[in-house]
Structure formats: structure tokens, C-alpha cells
């Protein structure tokens, strides 16, 4: 299969097409899976640890200043996580689309250092989430969560019709993902491809009480 390029992302993500490598083959691999994870705008479930999460103030929430820390940490191998669908193919690639405006990084940060975040692709007014993480063991316990929850507020201001999350898993189920049938996401990324949402996270943000 062809090799991620910029200009193949869009078309492929503006079709429903996502790329990930093959942990076996080492290949590009372009997936549409049925059905399809989404989480509704509307319906992010916030539990009482993470809203205490949200107001304590630990995390800075910041957008766009530091992708390429960001997606690396994603591609990382962890404990528990020691194969990654993520290689240097896809981080230069997705590299180039946020020089390009069209891929966001949200990064939550604490006393200085990036200890969570997630990243994902912009096409109209949908936002399609690609990998998030998160460092524990520097203090960035629920920073991913907690990043969500300011993408969700962000997308919800900026006239975004569509969360993409791909896949499901309990976890996100969780937090309110649900899955849909293809034909049912495609069309409603086809309304979505009909506007342009406007990515408003370009300032740092911190909880209410935390300058």
C-alpha cells in the first residue's frame, strides 16, 4: 500500500480512511473500520475523579505547541504497550499536516513539563482523534482525560459537528464513545465536510482559579 503523504491523508481521512502499520509486516496499512467509534459532543461522560481532575488546577492545557513531543510520546512503546501502529512514516507525515494547519496536538502540562496529550486530523468540521497519553510516573495521572475534556470544549465552541475515535474500547466507552454503523458515520462526516471548524485552542488554558 502506498506510503502516507499530506496530500493522501486528507483524501483518505475525508473518505473515512485512516492509516496504521501492520505491527508484523511493518506496512502501511489503510483501515475504514465497520462499525465506527464516535463520541458524540454532546455525550462526554464525566466522572467525579475526572472533574476533580479538571478543576484542581494540576495541568496547564495548551494546544498546538508541541506536536511533535506529542506524537512521539504516542508512538512510544510502555509498559503493558511495548508494539506502537505508529513509525516515523506517520510522524512525518502527520508532522507536515500540522505545519499545514490541519492536525492539532492538546497537551497538558505541569510545573513546566509535558506529562499528556493527544493528537488527531482536521478535516471541515470534524475532528478526527488519532493516539493520546499520558506520564503517570511525572505526575500526569488523567492528563489525557483531562485534555479530552478541553477538545471536547473546544470543538463543541468552534463549530465542530464530529468526534472520530475510530475504534472503541471499554475504556472510552467509558467516557461516552459509541459506535455506529460505516454508513451511518460516513454520512455524518459528509455534513461534516460541508463547514470548517474553527480549531480555538491556540492559547494556554488553565482551570478556573489557576493563572
Known amino acids: 500500500m502506498q506510503d502516507p503523504t499530506p496530500d493522501l491523508l486528507i483524501r483518505a481521512y475525508s473518505r473515512g480512511i485512516f492509516p496504521m502499520v501492520d505491527r508484523r509486516s511493518g506496512e502501511v496499512v489503510w483501515l475504514s ?3 465506527r467509534g ?5 455525550g462526554l461522560r464525566v466522572s467525579k475523579s475526572l472533574a476533580r481532575a479538571v478543576r484542581s488546577g494540576r495541568f496547564e492545557i495548551r494546544s498546538n505547541g508541541a506536536f511533535g513531543e506529542v506524537i512521539r510520546e504516542c508512538a512510544a ?18 508532522t507536515r499536516l500540522h505545519e499545514m494547519g490541519l492536525a492539532h496536538s492538546v497537551e497538558a502540562w505541569r510545573d513546566g513539563e509535558l506529562v499528556g496529550g493527544l493528537y488527531g486530523v482536521q478535516v471541515g468540521a470534524a475532528f478526527c482523534g488519532e493516539s493520546m497519553f499520558s506520564r503517570p510516573e511525572r505526575g ?11 477538545l471536547v470544549e473546544w470543538l463543541r465552541g ?21 459506535e455506529v454503523p460505516r454508513d451511518a ?19 494556554a488554558w488553565a482551570p478556573p482559579g489557576r493563572s
Open 185 to 203: 458515520y460516513l454520512e455524518r462526516l459528509g455534513e461534516a465536510l460541508r463547514r470548517w471548524g474553527d480549531w480555538p485552542g491556540c492559547s
Open 77 to 94: 512503546a510502555r509498559p503493558g504497550r511495548w508494539e506502537t501502529w505508529i513509525d516515523e512514516r506517520l510522524v512525518d507525515a502527520y
Open 140 to 150: 500526569g495521572t488523567d492528563a489525557s482525560k483531562v485534555c479530552l475534556v478541553k
Open 38 to 42: 464516535i463520541l458524540p459532543l454532546d
Open 158 to 178: 468552534g463549530g465542530f459537528q464530529l468526534l472520530d475515535t475510530q475504534f472503541t474500547s471499554p475504556h472510552l466507552e467509558r467516557l461516552g464513545v459509541i
Open 33 to 35: 473500520p465497520d462499525p
